[in-house]
């Protein structure tokens, strides 16, 4: 069977599966709609939890990144695992103790406030629907690439398949669907490493293959360096991503943020108790940690295949560089998609690849070797996990099932995502705020409406993206660290925090972060709008604009407690309610009686 | 956390409350502590020493650990000295002696492995950490947490029926 068959039929295989459990675990009231009805076990709620939690950028992008920035790259690793920590420890049993629904809900309720529970609302929308727009155009780009359609069309599937299963199946459908999601990208994910890493090290764990030997004694992870210092990279291993407080800032920003975000703690909500809230956490950090210790085994094995495929030879000598004729048939395959080009700038017929903005390398490449430039203008990270296993010449239904994996990843976050939007906008702003009379029905129904409504418009975005790949992951993360996370932690935590505090708190985090992406990135990322320019010489203490959520999250802080401070303390009722849910006893499942 | 009386909790079980949670803010933050030196310390602050961290480097921190744990027993036979000698004071007094021991046994060890840098196979240590050992390390927190917490639970009788 060919490659387009064999994906055609692994693909269409699993998502007849996520269909038919959708329709199968259909919700039928708004406790199951929400929450499952609060009755899910922490271990299957905790692989929910990871395939809710790994995006297509975790699947997809990260490993790429990584194989490209080398150590830098571990600000990824440390800070979307670290969450799970503060998530665990900080809030995940306080908020099922609470036993509602939504996030914004706990946050209104804290603050004994309408206008707190709008602006946790504006808040929730804006970090998800922009993480939300990152998922769908990934899986536009999946789709059509795979399927061999337009780009257009692909997203028009995806967004109808996200519309079945979403919609109809609620937060009880979307549990189990992504269940099986969870089972089909790990498999995707560690299959190929399994069989790359015993290729290269003859070690079948591709944790331990990164640190062991290719050939005889000489380490992975050295000849790596050997490999990639000898073209005039940086050496692997030490190649830090800007400054040691930009990694600090970075790594902090994606971990609160994984704390904050809001599609990922109303996970907590529907494990049947407390105990059952912290252990289920542990659980999807054990599962997410399966792909996120796989992804630098990855990374690094799929960068020396490179390096060696278009540098087989020595440095320098005649022979040493692949034809262009000669290249590989996966070369041939990227090329037609534009994220792989080359460009033969010295007419030698063969490919070059080194660093040419090493002065010092390029300088000797071309006084010595007659290199006019490095020959491999393009080479997208995102193509690295995809194209993985054919540079590792693996079968067919692996590559098939690396595409199932991807799309797996990108539809459970992008669900999950939506029903974080429609329990917002139902349950928080129609049944809690401005139409309290509705009857149950009605708020379901509103539910479906606000999630097609979030797709068509997060449809719409994908369809005309202004740049919103990478940057939209990176500002939801900031947004959710500098909004909801710190109002969330001092809700629980400190007692003496009043609405005030909370409202100007929110206001302000948000409000640094945005403005910071804003100018430097432009406002709403298009084009030509950035009043400051994406320069290293305009960062605040050259902090990047993706790591600036934990700035966000410090000012956060620092004006809710001294606005708290200066304005009366909260009721005693509400103070009661704190105390409260600082213990387990009591517990109640989540329902919509208040 | 300030909590003073002013909170009307004046059911007799408050301060038994209090104390839970107190203890259970005592158990987040050690965990937190350990949260942040795996992986904001050994993966990014200290990564550079990590990485050049020698077997002789770890030799020497052996011995001085050996030589705390001796100073220590010494210190513990100088003050129990006059209360009574029952079994466990006299393991109580040892067992530093026995620590000591083994460091400077393992400092022996180490030395003898030259001034080589540290690795975990091919890994340099710091760079172990930031890939690797900060997310093992998360995944052990986690469920220390849950343990702990769930014992205090118990202690503190707080638990859900």
Known sequence: MDLQTMTYCVVGATFLLYIGIAIKARAGSTGEFYVAGGGVHPIANGMATAADWMSAASFISMAGLIAFSGYGGSVFLMGWTGGYVLLAMLLAPYLRKFGKFTVPEFIGDRYYCKTTRIVAVVCLILASLTYVIGQMKGMGVAFSRFLGVEYATGLYIGMGIVFVYAVLGGMKGITYTQIAQYVVLIFAYTIPAIFISFQLTGNMIPQMGLGSTVGEDTFLLDKLDQVVTDLGFKQYTTQTMGSQLNMLAYTLSLMIGTAGLPHVIIRFFTVPSVKDARVSAGWALVFIAILYTTAPSVASMARLNLMQTVQPGEVGAADGNLKYEERPQWMKNWEKTKLLVFEDKNKDGRIQYYNDANPEFAKKAEEEYGWKGNEMVTVDKDIIVLANPEIAKLPNWVIALVVAGGLAAALSTAAGLLLAISSAVSHDLLKCTFKPDITEKEELRAGRWSMAGAIVLAGYFGLNPPDFAAGTVAIAFGLAASSIFPALMMGIFYKPMNREGAIAGMVSGIGVTLLYVFQHKGIMFIEGTSFLGDMKENWFLGITPNAFGSVGAIVNFAVAFIVSNMTPPPPQEVQDLVESIRIPRGSETPNADH | ?161
């Open chain 2, 1 to 161: 956390m300030k909590e003073s009386t002013e909170v009307t909790e004046t059911s007799p079980e408050y301060p038994r409350i209090h104390e839970y949670w107190v203890h259970n803010l005592q158990i987040m933050g050690c965990l937190l502590v350990i949260w942040f030196l795996v992986s904001f310390g050994c993966g990014i602050l200290w990564v550079e020493q990590l990485n050049q961290l020698t077997y002789k480097g770890v030799s020497t921190l052996c011995i001085s650990l050996g030589v705390l744990s001796l100073l220590y027993s010494f210190f513990l036979s100088y003050t129990s000295h006059k209360e009574e000698n029952d079994n466990g004071h006299v393991y109580a007094t040892i067992r530093p002696v026995l620590w000591g021991i083994a460091f400077i046994l393992l400092a022996n060890f180490f030395g003898s492995k030259g001034a080589e840098p540290v690795r975990l196979g091919g890994f340099q240590l710091g760079f172990w950490f930031a890939q690797q050992g900060a997310i093992y390390c998360f995944v052990v927190l986690v469920f220390a947490y849950v343990r702990l917490m769930n014992k205090l639970d118990h202690k503190y009788q707080v638990e859900e029926e």
